[in-house]
């Protein structure tokens, strides 16, 4: 009976666990649900001079994929270490260097084949969003220089774009960048993100 058993499992296997992977490198995807922290060492100072690291983790849902085949991507785990240049608080611009990478969950039925994709990142510009109840927060966008693995669009990445919203209001983020402790996490609540 456990021989029987066994056979049909093995026969089934193809169809329920063993489906093809899904080459996804020339794919793009756009996600809508970000939740991040960026821990920053030394912290963010209003007159900072420092080079400064930001330790990056965040989690990613509401994926759509557009290239052939049908893909579901479940979520995603994003980590990376970006350096800056300085920790001054106040800037509308600031080079970067380092990169971030994204393990994807897929679907069972649609596994995908590279797992993971990596960013490398250039810059940072910020701005102001003024939210609906009059609160301003802080807006930002990373510069993405290129793409590898998943998710590069063709052409390594060249068309990525993405916009980030702080969870922290700008009256926040001045006043912990304006102690001597300064700014040492930066969370983001509401982001979205194109790789193409």
């Known amino acids: 009976m456990r021989v029987a058993a066994l056979a049909i499992l093995v026969s089934l296997a193809p169809i329920i666990g063993w489906a093809d992977k899904i080459d996804v490198s020339n794919h793009s995807i756009t996600c809508n649900t970000v939740f991040a922290t960026a821990s920053i060492k030394p912290p963010l100072l209003i007159g900072g001079t420092a080079p400064t690291t930001m330790k990056v983790r965040a989690s990613v ?7 052939p085949g049908s893909v579901s991507i479940l979520s995603g785990k994003m980590s990376g270490n970006i350096t800056a240049t300085s920790n001054e608080c106040i800037t ?3 080079p970067l260097a380092g990169t971030l990478t994204i393990k994807w969950k897929a679907g069972e039925a649609t596994p995908i084949v590279p797992k993971s ?4 990142i250039r810059d940072v510009t910020f701005t102001g969003y003024q939210a609906p109840w009059g609160t301003a927060y ?5 510069g993405v220089s290129s793409v590898t693995g ?8 060249a068309t990525s774009s993405n916009v980030s919203l702080t969870s922290q209001d700008i009256v926040e983020i001045l006043s912990q960048c304006s102690s001597p402790a300064g700014l040492k996490t930066l969370n983001v609540g509401l982001s979205a993100f194109t790789l193409q």
Do not use: K
């Open 117 to 120: 994709s990596t960013m490398e």
């Open 138 to 142: 802080g807006q930002f966008s990373l």
């Open 150 to 157: 998943a998710f590069t669009g063709g052409d390594n990445g």
């Open 61 to 67: 849902a509401g994926c759509a994929v557009t290239g």
């Open 92 to 94: 509308l611009y600031q």
